[in-house]
């Protein structure tokens, strides 16, 4: 693997002193300025930086690259970067890409205007061994004005050269420059302050274990509201799907603590926002249904006999339309004052000191008590009605199990500060395969009845409409089969979950917190 | 990938300028581009400037996959590298006859680089011997540049029916005419005679036989990049584009 590496110049007039230091043992050809524009992308929770990728275009090709060393690892021709990964023409490029940026959309983070000196570092025969580029980069953000850059020299290595490259990053050294920090992409996210603002829907509450409960529960509300005002944005303008994912997981979050974490807030408090929360939570369940829908379409079209897999069509169009207005339906009700008016009230309620005396029972019980005991009674109410469930039970007893699960998970997510990080990965990671399980059974359930809805609302008239409603029935058909493939997995991954290894487990969590 | 090897078992028609202007070309559209210089002479080695020298020889190369890898070096160029050649590749055919399946053993050696290359381009050297089988065994097509002369004629003949007896696919000959002075009426004949019985495995462009093709000896760099807008640059970006069709065709 070739290391780039580049040295900060603090002044412009020791180019030359650098030349003449590298002439002493090589002979150096200038080449013509480069210009150059770069165009930066990311998504927005900072998927390709969390790789420590790096994406770009220069108006001809879309180039992958490395956060460390500013070193190209994939390029495709593509004058123009989609939004969307999968508009990308097929290449190695899309294909490292795709797994990583999945559905988020592709957001300009800034432009940098590249100046460059190449100079050919040459042996006795006259070849290149080492390039070595003098870089003058500036900034470009949308409405501000350029902002430059320290003075970098970049050694580029040539393959099978490598003795060379490491000479001259010698005599570069001596020379007293220093090292600068990776790429010139990094230099600039630090300049422009971007990595301050770094977007994750991950929760990461730092609680302090004799903390007051109310206090603590304020702290994990306004972690959840700051995520829900992030996604706003997004949502209004369908960026992409994930906004709207995220924000509703935030309100879903925020619902299932305010039940969730008892006791802490006045009952009246409480008990407004709950019912409030649950209207925003209702307001977008068809969007993010019809999302669902339309990002598996792919999947749905693998499930028919390839000859009608395009007779599915239909469906998806159907859904489209759908999804337009239910798109508006959520634009209206995210600018509405009920919207509104609950999150300026639940701001200004998190914002406020803790009551005194205490508005409830648990407030000002220290939060690692509280949370110990919310946690084990979940955790036991989730086993007992696991245990319930054998062949014969209804679809909605494993529905409700689902729900307790998730429940189980917020706790254990919105408290994990308070805990050994290992033995509650441990404890997370057999409890989301159990969640999976159900969620896929779920998934199933719903879709099988809500594509038998869809045909009652197919007119025969309509052209090709019986070929349609074939390939409907033998998706359902499909989609049955899989069902009843997880339904039976159930068995063992819960018993798995439940296992006396885990209850152990558990029972060591509940017991021996993180000690201050 | 594609392999295109430059071969022919009669040496000094052009071979090394036709691998060493094509590689380049096929480097400037952006593709990956190896040239392997198996030849013990080292000339592509030397137009590119860098010394045949490869690391643990004949018996090296042929030994370890690893070892092509490691004795590649880029050039001056964007998109385009070169595997050395070294002075002991003149006992590659003795040292090959070691190995099992020994006509397959190069097509095994490149095997590791296709995720890596668009293309490789083999320069050969001028035989007939068991690296040569290697090479038709290897290379999707192999180019044979032909100067128009009785002698080259017979030896392209020659060449044939070896291919043939050893049963090579036909089509995986593609000759072009190198070296041609179109004043000499004897290249003329020849040049008709040939383009009948070689038909669709003859490319269209000729090369012309130019002083400045051999100065690329001085200049140690393809003439596409020295002289860009000469004769001899465009007879060669003609012949890339030749060589394109036939490999799409």
Same mark, same amino acid.
């Given at each position: 693997?070739? =290391?780039?590496?580049?040295?900060?110049?603090?002044?412009?007039?020791?180019?030359?002193?650098?030349?003449?230091?590298?002439?002493?043992?090589?002979?150096?050809?200038?080449?013509?300025?480069?210009?150059?524009?770069?165009?930066?992308?990311?998504?927005?929770?900072?998927?390709?930086?969390?790789?420590?990728?790096?994406?770009?275009?220069?108006?001809?090709?879309?180039?992958?690259?490395?956060?460390?060393?500013? @070193?190209?690892?994939?390029?495709?021709?593509?004058?123009?970067?989609?939004?969307?990964?999968?508009?990308?023409?097929?290449?190695?490029?899309?294909?490292?890409?795709?797994?990583?940026?999945?559905?988020?959309?592709?957001?300009?983070?800034?432009?940098?205007?590249?100046?460059?000196?190449?100079?050919?570092?040459?042996?006795?025969?006259?070849?290149?061994?080492?390039? @070595?580029?003098?870089?003058? =980069?500036?900034?470009?953000?949308?409405?501000?004005?350029?902002?430059?850059?320290?003075?970098?020299?970049?050694?580029?290595?040539?393959?099978?050269?490598?003795?060379?490259?490491?000479?001259?990053?010698?005599?570069?050294?001596?020379?007293?420059?220093?090292?600068?920090?990776?790429?010139?992409?990094?230099?600039?996210?630090?300049?422009?302050?971007?990595?301050?603002?770094?977007?994750?829907?991950?929760?990461?509450?730092? @609680?302090?274990?004799?903390?007051?409960?109310?206090?603590?529960?304020?702290?994990?509300?306004?972690?959840?509201?700051?995520?829900?005002?992030?996604?706003?944005?997004?949502?209004?303008?369908?960026?992409?799907?994930?906004?709207?994912?995220?924000?509703?997981?935030?309100?879903?979050?925020?619902?299932?603590?305010?039940?969730?974490?008892?006791?802490?807030?006045?009952?009246?408090?409480?008990?407004?926002?709950?019912?409030?929360?649950?209207?925003?939570?209702?307001?977008?369940?068809?969007?993010?249904?019809?999302?669902?829908?339309?990002?598996?379409?792919?999947?749905?079209?693998?499930?028919?006999?390839?000859?009608?897999?395009?007779? =599915?069509?239909?469906?998806?169009?159907?859904?489209?339309?759908?999804?337009?207005?239910?798109?508006?339906?959520?634009?209206?009700?995210?600018?509405?004052?009920?919207?509104?008016?609950?999150?300026?009230?639940?701001?200004?309620?998190?914002?406020?000191?803790?009551?005194?005396?205490?508005?409830?029972?648990?407030?000002?019980?220290?939060?690692?008590?509280?949370?110990?005991?919310?946690?084990?009674?979940?955790?036991?109410?989730?086993?007992?009605?696991?245990?319930?469930?054998?062949?014969?039970?209804?679809?909605?007893?494993?529905?409700?199990?689902?729900?307790?699960?998730?429940?189980?998970?917020?706790?254990?997510?919105?408290?994990?500060?308070?805990?050994?990080?290992?033995?509650?990965?441990?404890?997370?990671?057999? @409890?989301?395969?159990?969640?999976?399980?159900?969620?896929?059974?779920?998934?199933?359930?719903?879709?099988?009845?809500?594509?038998?809805?869809?045909?009652?609302?197919?007119?025969?008239?309509?052209?090709?409409?019986?070929?349609?409603?074939?390939? =409907?029935?033998?998706?359902?058909?499909?989609?049955?089969?899989?069902?009843?493939?997880?339904?039976?997995?159930?068995?063992?991954?819960?018993?798995?979950?439940?296992?006396?290894?885990?209850?152990?487990?558990?029972?060591?969590?509940?017991?021996?917190?993180?000690?201050? | 990938?594609?392999?295109?090897?430059?071969?022919?078992? !009669?040496?000094?028609?052009?071979?090394?300028?036709?691998?060493?202007?094509?590689?380049?070309?096929?480097?400037?559209?952006?593709?990956?581009?190896?040239?392997?210089?198996?030849?013990?002479?080292?000339?592509?080695?030397?137009?590119?400037?860098?010394?045949?020298?490869?690391?643990?020889?004949?018996?090296?190369?042929?030994? !370890?996959?690893?070892?092509?890898?490691?004795?590649?070096?880029?050039?001056? +160029?964007?998109?385009?590298?070169?595997?050395?050649?070294?002075?002991? +590749?003149?006992?590659?055919?003795?040292?090959?006859?070691?190995?099992?399946?020994?006509?397959?053993?190069?097509?095994?050696?490149?095997?590791?680089?296709?995720?890596?290359?668009?293309?490789? +381009?083999?320069?050969?050297?001028?035989?007939?011997?068991?690296?040569?089988?290697?090479?038709?065994?290897?290379?999707?097509?192999?180019?044979?540049?032909?100067?128009?002369?009785?002698?080259?004629?017979?030896?392209?003949?020659?060449?044939?029916?070896?291919?043939?007896?050893?049963?090579?696919?036909?089509?995986?000959?593609?000759?072009?005419?190198?070296?041609?002075?179109?004043? !000499?009426?004897?290249?003329?004949?020849?040049?008709?005679?040939?383009?009948?019985?070689?038909?669709?495995?003859?490319?269209?462009?000729?090369?012309?036989?130019?002083?400045?093709?051999?100065?690329?000896?001085?200049?140690?760099?393809?003439?596409?990049?020295?002289?860009?807008?000469?004769?001899?640059?465009?007879?060669?970006?003609?012949?890339?584009?030749?060589?394109?069709?036939?490999?799409?065709?």
């Amino acid at each position: 693997m070739q =290391i780039q590496k580049r040295f900060s110049v603090p002044e412009a007039t020791l180019l030359q002193h650098i030349l003449d230091v590298i002439k002493t043992q090589f002979s150096v050809q200038k080449e013509p300025l480069v210009r150059k524009i770069q165009h930066f992308y990311d998504t927005f929770d900072w998927r390709l930086f969390n790789k420590s990728l790096v994406l770009q275009t220069d108006g001809t090709d879309v180039s992958l690259g490395s956060y460390v060393d500013d @070193l190209v690892l994939e390029t495709v021709p593509c004058k123009k970067l989609p939004k969307f990964v999968w508009d990308l023409p097929d290449s190695p490029l899309k294909k490292r890409l795709a797994p990583i940026v999945e559905m988020r959309a592709l957001l300009p983070l800034f432009a940098l205007r590249k100046r460059t000196t190449p100079n050919r570092i040459l042996n006795e025969d006259a070849k290149t061994v080492v390039y @070595l580029d003098f870089e003058n =980069i500036s900034i470009k953000q949308a409405g501000k004005s350029l902002l430059p850059l320290p003075l970098t020299v970049s050694l580029r290595p040539v393959r099978g050269y490598e003795t060379e490259a490491a000479r001259v990053a010698d005599l570069l050294e001596k020379t007293g420059l220093q090292q600068a920090t990776s790429s010139s992409f990094a230099a600039a996210l630090q300049e422009t302050g971007f990595d301050t603002q770094r977007y994750s829907s991950k929760l990461n509450v730092l @609680l302090q274990p004799d903390q007051r409960s109310d206090e603590a529960a304020k702290q994990i509300f306004r972690f959840l509201l700051d995520i829900i005002r992030k996604n706003e944005q997004g949502v209004l303008q369908d960026t992409d799907t994930e906004f709207l994912h995220d924000f509703r997981v935030a309100i879903r979050r925020t619902r299932s603590g305010l039940s969730q974490i008892k006791d802490v807030f006045a009952e009246t408090v409480t008990e407004k926002f709950k019912k409030e929360f649950a209207t925003i939570g209702k307001a977008s369940n068809q969007l993010r249904d019809l999302d669902v829908y339309l990002l598996d379409a792919d999947r749905f079209r693998a499930r028919l006999p390839e000859h009608m897999s395009d007779d =599915i069509s239909p469906l998806f169009v159907q859904l489209q339309k759908m999804r337009q207005s239910a798109l508006q339906d959520v634009r209206k009700f995210v600018q509405s004052d009920t919207y509104c008016n609950t999150l300026i009230d639940w701001q200004a309620f998190l914002n406020q000191p803790p009551a005194n005396p205490a508005a409830a029972a648990n407030a000002e019980r220290p939060i690692a008590t509280v949370a110990r005991e919310r946690i084990n009674r979940r955790y036991q109410s989730l086993l007992k009605k696991g245990r319930r469930i054998d062949a014969n039970s209804e679809d909605a007893q494993l529905h409700a199990l689902r729900i307790d699960g998730k429940k189980l998970r917020y706790l254990l997510e919105f408290f994990a500060s308070l805990f050994p990080a290992q033995q509650l990965g441990i404890l997370l990671k057999q @409890l989301k395969k159990l969640q999976d399980n159900l969620g896929q059974f779920q998934d199933l359930c719903v879709q099988e009845m809500e594509l038998q809805q869809f045909i009652d609302s197919i007119s025969l008239r309509q052209r090709g409409a019986r070929k349609t409603i074939a390939a =409907i029935g033998c998706l359902i058909g499909a989609i049955d089969r899989e069902k009843w493939q997880v339904r039976k997995q159930f068995d063992h991954i819960f018993k798995d979950f439940a296992s006396s290894k885990n209850k152990a487990l558990f029972a060591e969590l509940l017991s021996n917190q993180k000690e201050e | 990938m594609k392999v295109l090897a430059c071969y022919h078992l !009669k040496g000094g028609v052009g071979k090394t300028t036709a691998a060493v202007n094509l590689a380049y070309l096929a480097s400037t559209s952006g593709a990956k581009t190896l040239i392997c210089d198996l030849d013990p002479q080292g000339a592509s080695s030397y137009y590119f400037r860098v010394r045949p020298k490869f690391v643990s020889g004949a018996k090296g190369f042929l030994k !370890k996959r690893k070892n092509m890898s490691k004795n590649i070096k880029g050039t001056d +160029f964007d998109h385009l590298d070169i595997m050395p050649a070294d002075l002991s +590749f003149r006992h590659l055919d003795i040292k090959l006859t070691r190995f099992k399946r020994s006509k397959q053993r190069l097509r095994k050696l490149l095997s590791p680089l296709r995720k890596e290359y668009d293309f490789i +381009f083999l320069d050969c050297p001028p035989n007939l011997t068991v690296v040569a089988e290697n090479v038709f065994d290897a290379a999707d097509r192999v180019i044979v540049p032909v100067i128009p002369t009785t002698l080259s004629q017979r030896a392209l003949e020659q060449l044939l029916s070896f291919l043939k007896r050893k049963k090579y696919p036909a089509k995986k000959l593609l000759a072009f005419f190198s070296m041609v002075e179109k004043r !000499k009426k004897l290249h003329l004949e020849c040049m008709r005679e040939l383009s009948a019985s070689l038909d669709a495995r003859l490319l269209p462009t000729a090369i012309p036989y130019l002083a400045s093709i051999e100065k690329m000896g001085t200049t140690r760099e393809p003439i596409v990049v020295t002289a860009p807008q000469s004769a001899a640059a465009n007879a060669y970006r003609n012949l890339w584009h030749d060589l394109q069709a036939a490999l799409s065709g």
